[in-house]
């Protein structure tokens, strides 16, 4: 399916134009099937597969900047978006490709909460449902950034003075909430290195969920 239209040869420019998009299509089913290929019952293999999902989506959103020339906003899960990996599952990320290609070009924006409700699968019996958690855990990144009287502020870490910069750079527990929930894996962080700019919420509320239950 990806090698045929790779191999067509269009004969004028707006069939071009058509070709380039049907040859992304194609290698976009080409990624998914590759991606399913991996022995997920192997933790080897799965770290493997989520490098092979992370730079497939790196590698689309690059192909897309570069046939359209737009400035691309994409939204993803903090652990995709990183620059630096805080999980062993991910031994690069999303965030880590573009990075590497554009430097500053490619700007990550993390999530931070320090309480609130959320949806997620639950690990033993893979229903969807809402939880809710407490306050972060003390001497967490979220501990510290729910202090200010602000309730709800964006980080830009970028710029932040030098006082700042030394904790921004000490790796620290964080919240790490993915599809699955309760999760038992304790997650480290230094938030400057994961992240340009940071937005931080006091208290969240789930989304409304619009599958079947």
Known sequence: MYELPRKQRPATAADRQKHLWAVQHARAIH?????FSFDITDGAQIAAMM?????????????????TG???LLSAHNTHVSHDSFDARYPKTRGAFPRDALGKGHVSIGFSFCKGAFNAFGTDDNVMRTYRVDAAEPGSHEDT????????YILDMRTAPNSARTWLATSRVTWNIGAGWPDPTEYKTALGEAHDILIHLHDIEATTYLGNP
């Open 70 to 72: 737009d400035r691309i």
């Open 51 to 67: 490098k092979y999902r992370d730079q497939a989506m790196a590698e689309n959103v690059a192909w897309w900047h570069k046939q």
């Open 145 to 152: 950034l729910d202090k200010p009287r602000q309730d709800d």
């Open 31 to 35: 990624q998914m099937a590759e991606g």
